[in-house]
C-alpha cells in the first residue's frame, strides 16, 4: 500500500534561517511526489513536483524539494524563510504506474511557523 | 493551470438535510476529483468523475452517501446527503492538468454540521 509520512506536526524556524520540512514515502514502483501548501481557509497551492531525472527539484516561491531513493524522502526546503511561508505543508505521492492520476495520497501536513 | 471555482465557499448546515457543492474548470477536462479534509487532517480522495459515466467511489464512500453528477467537460457537482457532524470537512475539487501532469485544487468549500 502507498503511504506519505510528515513525522513533524509543526516545524518552527526564525525568518531568514533555512527551513526543511520531511517527507518520507512508500509505493510500489517508480513514485511521482509532489508539495502542496495551504493557506488559512484557502485551497492547496502546487509547490512542485519530482517525476524524473535530476534529484533536485526548484518550485514555487524559492522553494525546492531533493528527491533520495535510497532513503525514500522528499524533504522540502528552503535556504532563507519568510514569515509569509507560514502555512501547513503536505507531502503527497502516486504511483507511476497507477491508471487514476488524480488519485493521491497525502501525508499528514506539517505547520510551519516563521517568527520574525 | 486551470481556474477552478468552487460554491458555495463555506455553509452551515442542519443535521439530517442534504448540500450540492458546485465545481466550474475554466477549460475542459476529462477527470474531475472530490476529496475531503476532515478538521485537522489529510486530505482523502472520495471519488473520481468521469463525463457520461458513473463516479467511481473510494473505499469507505458510497453513491448515496455523495452523488456525484458531471453533466459536462468543465462542471461537477458534489452532494452530501443526511448529513451528520461527523460530515464537517473542507470538500476539495480538482482536475489534472493534461499538459503537466500537476493536480489543481478549488479553493474548497467549507462544511459545518450542527
Known amino acids: 500500500a502507498q503511504s506519505v509520512a510528515q513525522p513533524e506536526d509543526q516545524v518552527n524556524v526564525a525568518e531568514g534561517n533555512p527551513l526543511t520540512v520531511k517527507c518520507t514515502y512508500s509505493?510500489?514502483?517508480?513514485?511521482?511526489l509532489f508539495w502542496y501548501v495551504q493557506y488559512p481557509n484557502r485551497g492547496l497551492q502546487f509547490l512542485l513536483k519530482?517525476?524524473?531525472?535530476?534529484?533536485l527539484v526548484k518550485g514555487s516561491y524559492g522553494f525546492e524539494a531533493e528527491f533520495n531513493k535510497s532513503q525514500t524522502s522528499f524533504h522540502l526546503k528552503k535556504p532563507s524563510a519568510l514569515v509569509s511561508d507560514s502555512a501547513l505543508y503536505f507531502c503527497?505521492?502516486?504511483?507511476?504506474?497507477?491508471?487514476?492520476?488524480?488519485?493521491?495520497?497525502f501525508g499528514q501536513g506539517t505547520t510551519l511557523q516563521v517568527k520574525p | 493551470s486551470a481556474v477552478i471555482s468552487q460554491k458555495p465557499s463555506r455553509d452551515i448546515c442542519q443535521r439530517g438535510t442534504s448540500l450540492t457543492i458546485q465545481c466550474q474548470v475554466d477549460s475542459q477536462v476529462t477527470m474531475m476529483f472530490w476529496y475531503r479534509q476532515q478538521p485537522g487532517q489529510s486530505l482523502t480522495l472520495i471519488a473520481t468523475a468521469n463525463q457520461g459515466s458513473e463516479a467511481t467511489y473510494e473505499s469507505g464512500f458510497v453513491i448515496d452517501k455523495f452523488p456525484i453528477s458531471r453533466p459536462n467537460l468543465t462542471f461537477s457537482t458534489l452532494t452530501v446527503s443526511n448529513m451528520s457532524p461527523e460530515d464537517s470537512s473542507i470538500y476539495l475539487c480538482s482536475v489534472v492538468w493534461p499538459y503537466t501532469g500537476e493536480l489543481f485544487f478549488g479553493e474548497g468549500s467549507r462544511l459545518t454540521v450542527l
Open positions: 519530482y517525476i524524473t531525472g535530476d534529484n
Open positions: 503527497a505521492v502516486r504511483a507511476s504506474g497507477s491508471s487514476n492520476t488524480g488519485k493521491l495520497i
Open positions: 509505493v510500489s514502483g517508480n513514485p511521482y
